[in-house]
T-cell receptor
């Protein structure tokens, strides 16, 4: 089966950095995705990691350690519009999502 | 705008009924995925089609079925509806494989009364 864990909620201040951790135990692994979802809207793709290491895309970075079953999403220079749910998802033969981490950015 | 369209946006129906949700993928995308998102269960993968053929199956109930047509649009059929089927149903598309970026449609909100 699949078990994907991420914190339920995180709060940070505008301009700060927040790191959202994701640990997973899945029967297979073909990559890990991070999605952003604003309330009532569709998820939007942020990043994809299949090899160990750090992938950087502007203010967002994602890290993967396959041996540890661990990933994190780093959000830098937080803006109010970054307040959203962040979903970690693992692809084995299907895409399995974590429950999501709700990030609240305060002024 | 992701380029993925879903109709209808909202659907209200009664228990026991049957509904059909429709999805048109982005131009050029061959794979279509269906997801269900409810408050208590989060985002759940239902099924994937690739170029008209079923490719992967997730937590899809036997009361639910889907298909992808030659023009690549897809339909998700939900029958014998129960209160617990009330959820947001998303369709997503990608070029080919699930490791290609998936683009999500705006979703269909289904309410079963």
């Amino acid at each position: 089966g699949q078990n994907i864990d991420q914190p339920t909620e995180m709060t940070a201040t505008e301009g700060a950095i927040v790191q959202i951790n994701c640990t997973y135990q899945t029967s297979g692994f073909n990559g890990l995705f991070w999605y952003q979802q604003h309330a009532g809207e569709a998820p939007t793709f942020l990043s994809y990691n299949v090899l160990d290491g750090l992938e950087e895309k502007g203010r967002f970075s994602s890290f993967l350690s396959r041996s540890k079953g661990y990933s994190y999403l780093l959000l830098k220079e937080l803006q109010m519009k970054d307040s959203a749910s962040y979903l970690c998802a693992v692809w084995d033969y299907k895409l399995s999502f974590g429950a999501g981490t709700t990030v609240t950015v305060r002024a | 705008d992701s380029g993925v369209t879903q109709t209808p946006k909202h659907l209200i129906t009664a228990t026991g009924q049957r509904v059909t949700l429709r999805c048109s993928p982005r131009s050029g995308d061959l794979s279509v995925y269906w997801y269900q998102q409810s408050l208590d269960q989060g985002l759940q993968f239902l099924i994937q089609y690739y170029n008209g053929e079923e490719r992967a199956k997730g937590n899809i109930l036997e009361r639910f079925s889907a298909q992808q047509f030659p023009d690549l649009h897809s339909e998700l059929n939900l029958s014998s509806l129960e209160l617990g089927d009330s959820a947001l149903y998303f369709c997503a598309s990608s070029e080919r494989t699930p490791t290609d970026t998936q683009y999500f449609g705006p979703g269909t909100r289904l309410t079963v009364l």
